[in-house]
């Protein structure tokens, strides 16, 4: 079976983990978010791509879920010591990957190329590619600070602005990465991991050219909300500043023009109703991914309701 | 007592750090070879100015010269595997000088300043001037492997290939840093540190508003060759392929009409007579510092030497 993820960074990199380790022949492709991309320090910096990457390679920190595992801080230590910018923490190992793809993309490289050679050489046998080689910058607007570029709303300012919407800066200039039609009009089924609606999926949703082959297959999402709270970062918070009760109902309504099924998890099932009535098949299951273990059942999961929606 | 020392990397290193040991009160400002800079994976890297920074900050590394001491290497191993160019080593701790500087550089701080401010923080309490805030890239002309940028000769080719020549790139356009000239007009004695002659020196000898004010300035020099080899590094394979005796002698020649005073090893005690003929005074020593204790006597000798040539 063919399978395109589509994914930001924590919670996409765990779905596709658990997709990867249920299936060990399933051909995935991940379309990975690039909104949250930015320029540090001289460097390009790819958030979510590095997530997916690390955790497919077996290479991510299990406590934070970015990053590496087995990290040094050697490198931002000193870099505070001489008054450089500390907010975004990078590790010593972490780093080699920004100054290697920013020497690349200097050269020329597109950032899909970068990222294919990046996964080969740490043995990742998914396939990995950016939704997009053109830069695409998610600015979350907020009701008291202003436009804020989503790294300085997410880790400098800890998600703490309330929001009012979101611009996807160089959207419209922006194609679809090389692969990603391919794969997509390949693709048996498309899954939209349980990542933020808003700034990890929407960006992917809102390159032109790539919704139109998306609507042609069939799609599952999977909540990133669970009993009304985001599992991680500041989805839910988002829902109710936009004015909209934080659910897996919710997140149905969001996707609701584009997917087949949703899978919620077993303390949502009162809204299971509710999604039915949207023209939308409902699965429950855990979908809180906390050990490794949650991630493989999650996995099967999935694959299973895979089964059940496209035969 | 002002000083003003010329300095390359490693020599010009332990001897500036040897003065500063031998007297706490000195007023010592090192002018510092910046031909050995050049642009690596994206960043600016200065190797002389890191090394003297490092050595007087007392976060040098004692085995190599160059570098940190307590150094990790994580970053230049993951670079080693994202097939990122490893030739030139840098350790996690430095690799925040060399990002630091080049955010500074690119947000258009002159060189100066952010040399002066490292050294705030990192506590030196020397003034550590580069010699010019505009670029200047030593080019090592060879016989059999064309032009090469110092840091190819120097360290991707280890200094094997025969050089013929050498060219400053830039140094016409080059501007003493702020500091430098008036550093030299209230310096009391100038010192030229057993640095390499041809490419440590003669950058800075080279730039022409530099130039006048050393020649109206008393000065020693403290050859970098002991019993016609190089203490570390080219300096004596670069006399010999130029047609040149390696020699403290052909050190004192290299220096003749800006010197006062060489100060050459116990070993080369038998060149004296020559040097004197050359109108030089010759002062003998153990110009070899291997530990600290070497340093610092060096530094104490070479202040007597001082107070012999100017009073």
Known sequence: MKIVALAGGVGGAKMVFGLAKAHAALDLTVVVNTGDDFDHLGMRICPDIDTICYTLAGLANPDTGWGRFDESWNFITELKALGGDDWFRIGDKDLATHVERTNRLNNGQPLSKIVKDFCDRWNVKQHVLPMSDQKVATIVCTTNNGELPFQDYFVKKKCEPAIKSFRFDGINNADPAPGVIDSIEQADVIVICPSNPWVSIDPILNISKILPYLRQKTIIAISPIVDGKS??????????????????????KHYKKLIKAIVIDDQDISLADDITRLGIISFNTNIVMKTSEDKLNLGKDVLNFIDRIIR
Chains 1, 2 share one sequence.
């Open 231 to 252: 599992i991680k970062g500041p989805a839910a918070k988002m829902y109710s500043e936009l004015g909209i009760q934080p659910s897996a109902l919710a997140v149905a």
